[in-house]
């Protein structure tokens, strides 16, 4: 079955990075982009941005700009997400989900069981 | 950006209930509205693509509807596992923008 799998929680001081990965699985890696999508504790979802997994083109949320990478290694079907200089404020659960449909007007089926990042002192 | 308005932000209900929630977009998306559910401590699920469609594996109870700005998310009949929080997510436009979600409580 289609799976997206994350990899586990991390802990990081303020004004380092965290990467995330997304183990992607059960339909044609490139055939589909990937996109992240973040949720603060007991808040709701914002998007990060997407990336193609067919030629690795990106888009990002302006909140994000400068700020974030995003990457896919084809051989291994996995999506990769770094953000750069952590604040507390980006604590949060951070998903990928593959996207169905329209390039860039399509839905987010499924996703990653997400990864808590904390960023604490 | 679009800002998709959802209502109400939470709402207590019994089983069997009919349940209506609504969502609204700052101007003209089509059809690209898609609904999630999520529960406590998952992942979001889709559950409605393209304002109308069921996604495979929900149950019929689940209806979607609307076009351009408004649109429903409606569940005819409220069973147990219904409860947890939905979240409306527009596509027509760079960048997505989700609702702010509507908890479904038990009454």
């Known amino acids: 079955q289609v799976q997206l799998v994350q990899s586990g929680p991390e802990v990081k001081k303020p004004g380092a990075s965290v990467k995330v990965s997304c183990k992607a699985s059960?339909?044609?890696?490139?055939?589909?982009?990937i996109s992240w999508v973040r949720q603060a504790p007991g808040q709701g979802l914002e998007w990060m941005g997407w990336?193609?997994?067919?030629?690795?083109?990106?888009n990002y949320a302006q909140n994000f700009q400068g700020r974030v990478t995003m990457t896919t290694d084809t051989s291994t079907t996995t999506a990769y997400m770094e953000l750069r200089s952590l604040r507390s404020d980006d604590t949060a659960v951070y998903y990928c989900?593959?996207?169905?449909?329209?390039?860039?007007?399509?839905?987010?089926?499924?996703w990653g069981q997400g990864t808590l990042v904390t960023v604490s002192s | 950006d679009i800002q998709m308005t959802q209502s109400p932000s939470s709402l207590s209900a019994s089983v069997g209930d009919r349940v209506t929630i609504t969502c609204r977009a700052s101007?003209?998306?089509?059809?690209?509205l898609n609904w999630y559910q999520q529960k406590p401590g998952k992942a979001p699920q889709l559950f409605i693509y393209?304002?109308?469609n069921l996604q495979t594996g929900v149950p019929s109870r689940f209806s979607g509807s609307g076009s351009g700005t408004d649109f429903t998310l409606t569940i005819s009949s409220l069973q147990p596992e219904d409860f947890a929080s939905y979240y409306c997510?527009?596509?027509?436009?760079?960048?997505?923008?989700f609702g702010g979600g509507t908890k479904v409580g038990i009454k």
């Open positions: 997510h527009q596509s027509y436009t760079s960048p997505p923008t």
């Open positions: 059960g339909y044609t890696f490139s055939s589909y982009g």
């Open positions: 989900a593959r996207e169905v449909g329209a390039i860039a007007r399509g839905w987010f089926d499924p």
């Open positions: 990336i193609s997994s067919y030629n690795g083109n990106t």
């Open positions: 101007q003209y998306i089509s059809n690209n």
């Open positions: 393209s304002a109308s």
